[in-house]
């Protein structure tokens, strides 16, 4: 595709290359420098000059720039199936975030699949088993993992609707220890989402303090993202407070067009306790719709019809003709009402297993969200391939880079990279990582920045971004040109420890 590559001979993959005239965005925000960088042994060996290197490519006319960290996936089933992620490796993705919306691969109960979202069997039983399994598998990039409210709940209760006992609780708490000790980032909710829903806020504060004695983080899919979003706001300062820890929005929006413009309040309340004391950041992804599992969103005896009439289905083992449709659509070609059409999807008996599109959000509030400096970007992208997916799973980052960098002039590319990199390595404890310094991790992206955009639509979600030139993981190429190749060079991360040879 492009024919930049001047000099390469066998063994590229052992490492030792340089790029060469490239414009470099550190990743710290500030102005970019023209230069060379040199790779050796995994790490970023020299930054403005480089000697003589076994691969040398000419990086004229391109930015360079720390690997993007996904700091919002539900990739915790992907990387044991599918370690190439292909879709994320495409758009300059080196790092994920995983266990988010308070669903994450541990703790496993032996026999039984994981709660909610994920839905999938472990074959181990804790956190480093865990790790130690998608390790095996040569994870195209690197994951951090947090531990989830919904899967501790589920493990400990099942779906109770009803507080947990002491004992219960203190079980949770102690898988809480456990994942903390074995480098989870901290506690995710999803308090919007079953089991979690039933969860009163003062067994989150029980919970997160057992991932603030180890210094972790309380991250959360709000309770309510529509109607009672700053409520729900007020709830996570809160269970910051009581419990220590930082508290971090998953994919902050306002939902429904009645709650279209209280973003610019959410972060008007983020920015008032920041400036009080407390330590709290956001993430977003660039898109006007969410996406998840449907019987989440509906309660089946008072269908949400205003909700049903938004709705797009992504995959549907039960119906797939139903796959990339409206749901109005196929209420008026059945000549029946849209909560008819939802009951039937969600009783048939594979219908929990259908994921759905919903248009709730607007352009403006996603603009507003990517200007706010606390904001980081992650994709929630839901790896379910099958169907007409979200197109976020496969095009986040170009589209920031592309569409709200380059044409809607939302911030400037150096603060976008900042975005996607430093701030987002920071906060989730991804130590030596997200910056384009001496001595750190290869996790690079080099791409053009006139070119770079995402292709991925609602329509054709699949299609990989254009732009995105080179990829490097712990310093061997996972991507080049369009060509995945399947190095596998990622690594199970723990929260704030650099590694090996650290
Ligand atoms: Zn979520």
Not at 65 to 90: I, N, S, Y
Not at 319 to 338: H, K, Q, S, Y
Request: aromatic share 6%; hydrophobic share 40%.
């Amino acid at each position: 595709m492009v024919a930049w590559v001047t000099a390469t001979v066998p063994g590229m993959a052992k490492a030792d290359l340089a790029i060469r005239d490239v414009v470099i965005h550190d990743g710290s925000g500030g102005p970019p420098a023209e230069g060379d960088v040199e790779v050796r042994d995994g790490r970023i060996s020299s930054v403005g000059s480089a000697g003589a290197a076994s691969v040398d490519l000419d990086g004229a006319g391109r930015v360079l720039c720390p690997g993007f960290v996904d700091v919002h996936t539900h990739d915790d089933g992907a990387l044991v199936r599918d370690p190439g992620l292909g879709f994320k490796v495409a758009q300059g993705v080196t790092s994920v975030v995983i266990g988010n919306c308070g669903f994450s691969a541990v703790p496993v109960v032996p026999g039984e699949a994981t709660g909610g979202a994920l839905d999938f069997r472990g074959g181990w039983g804790d956190l480093a088993g865990y790790g130690a399994t998608v390790e095996g598998g040569g994870p195209a990039v690197n994951f951090i993992s947090q531990v989830g409210h919904n899967t501790l709940r589920q493990a400990a209760m099942g779906l109770e609707k009803r507080p947990p006992t002491s004992a219960e609780l203190a079980t949770m708490r102690g898988w809480v220890f456990e994942a903390m000790e074995q480098g989870a980032v901290g506690l995710s909710t999803g308090l919007m989402y079953q089991p979690g829903r039933w969860a009163a806020t003062e067994e989150i504060v029980e919970l997160a303090r057992a991932a603030a004695s180890h210094d972790g983080l309380y991250n959360t899919h709000l309770r309510n993202e529509g109607d009672r979003l700053l409520e729900a706001v007020d709830e996570a300062l809160l269970i910051g407070r009581e419990s220590g820890c930082p508290v971090h929005l998953s994919h902050h929006k306002a939902a429904g067009q009645a709650n279209w413009g209280k973003v610019v309040d959410s972060l008007a309340k983020v920015d008032e306790a920041n400036g009080t004391g407390a330590d709290v950041t956001l993430d977003v992804y660039p898109y006007v719709a969410g996406s998840g599992p449907m019987y989440q969103y509906f309660d089946l005896e008072r269908v949400d019809v205003g909700l049903a009439e938004v709705i797009r289905i992504a995959s549907c083992l039960a119906f797939p003709e139903l796959e990339g449709r409206m749901l109005t659509d196929v209420a008026a070609e059945r000549d029946v009402g849209l909560a008819a059409v939802v009951r039937e999807v969600l009783t048939h008996p594979l219908g929990k297993q259908t994921i759905c599109i919903q248009f709730l959000m607007r352009e403006e509030d996603v603009e507003t969200n990517l200007g706010h400096p606390l904001v980081m970007v992650g994709s929630d992208g839901i790896p379910d391939v099958r169907g007409q997916p979200h197109p976020r799973l496969f095009g986040t980052f170009p589209r920031v880079l592309g569409h709200y960098v380059r044409d809607r002039e939302v911030l400037p590319l150096g603060e976008a990279v900042r975005r996607m990199t430093s701030l987002s390595c920071d906060r989730f404890g991804l130590a030596g990582r997200g910056r384009v310094a001496e001595g750190d991790w290869a996790d690079l992206v080099v791409f053009d920045p006139r070119m770079v955009r995402d292709l991925a639509t609602w329509d054709d979600p699949r299609l990989e971004p254009a732009g995105v030139a080179l990829v490097l993981v712990n310093g061997q190429v996972a991507y080049r040109d369009g060509e995945h190749t399947g190095v596998g060079a990622g690594r199970a991360l723990r929260f704030r420890e650099l590694g090996p040879q650290g």
